[in-house]
C-alpha cells in the first residue's frame, strides 16, 4: 500500500478530530504535552545488545511541576519522553514483513484506538508530515538538560482536547487491569 493511501485510510478512520489536536507552545514550560524534533535519548540495539542514544523527536510525559527548576526538590533532573515514529519510517518497515490486507486492517484498528500500546499522532508538517506513532512500550527518560527550546527545537503542544485522547490511551496501556487475578495472600 502506498503511503499517501495507508495515510488516508487511517485519516479517513479516526475516532477523534485530528484538527483539534495541536497548539502552540509559546510561553509554555518544558513538560507534559510538547512535542519535540530532536531530543537526546536512549534506544536498544536488538543485535549488539546494548543501549546507544539517538536524536529524535518526542512527546513529553513529564509534569511541568515535577521538573520545574524553581521546584527545589530531588528526583527533578530527569523526564519521562515517549519517542514518536514518523508513519513514514513505519510504514516502510511495516509493509516489509505485512500484506496489504494486514496493513490495513492493523490502521483499521490504530485509527480506532483498539491497539493499546500505540496512539496515532495526527499530522503536524513538517515534522510529521503523515502523523507520527506513539509507542507506549518504548516510553523512556532523558535528562532535563537533553531538552532544548533553542532553534525551534519545541514544534508544538498539544491542546487539552489532544492531551485528554493521548492520556487515556495511556492510562488504558499501563494501569488496564492484569490478564489473570493475582493472589491476595502473601506468599
Not at 479516526?14 to 510561553?27: E, Q, T
Not at 484506538?113 to 502523523?131: E, W
Amino acid at each position: 500500500m502506498e503511503l499517501a493511501a495507508a495515510s488516508a485510510l487511517v485519516e479517513g478512520n479516526l475516532d477523534y478530530r485530528s484538527g483539534m489536536f495541536y497548539g502552540s507552545p509559546a510561553d509554555l514550560p518544558l513538560g507534559r504535552g510538547l512535542i519535540f524534533t530532536q531530543v537526546r535519548q536512549p534506544i536498544y540495539d536488538v543485535e549488539q545488545h546494548l543501549f546507544m542514544t539517538v536524536e529524535e523527536p518526542v512527546y513529553i510525559l513529564t509534569h511541568e511541576c515535577d521538573v520545574d527548576p524553581a521546584n527545589q526538590r530531588t528526583f527533578r533532573s530527569y523526564l519521562l519522553v515517549c519517542p514518536i515514529i514518523r508513519f513514514e519510517d513505519w510504514l516502510a518497515a511495516y509493509s516489509e514483513d505485512h500484506s496489504d490486507d494486514e496493513l490495513g486492517a492493523f490502521l483499521g484498528n490504530l485509527a480506532t484506538r483498539r491497539v493499546s500500546r500505540v496512539f496515532y499522532l495526527p499530522p503536524l508538517p513538517p515534522l510529521l508530515g503523515y502523523g507520527g506513532l506513539l509507542y507506549f512500550n518504548q516510553i523512556t527518560h532523558t535528562h532535563v538538560s537533553a531538552v532544548s527550546f533553542e532553534g525551534g527545537n519545541c514544534v508544538a503542544a498539544v491542546t487539552e482536547y489532544g492531551l485528554t485522547k493521548i492520556d487515556h490511551m495511556l492510562e488504558n496501556h499501563v494501569l488496564r487491569p492484569k490478564a489473570q487475578v493475582l493472589s491476595m495472600a502473601r506468599w
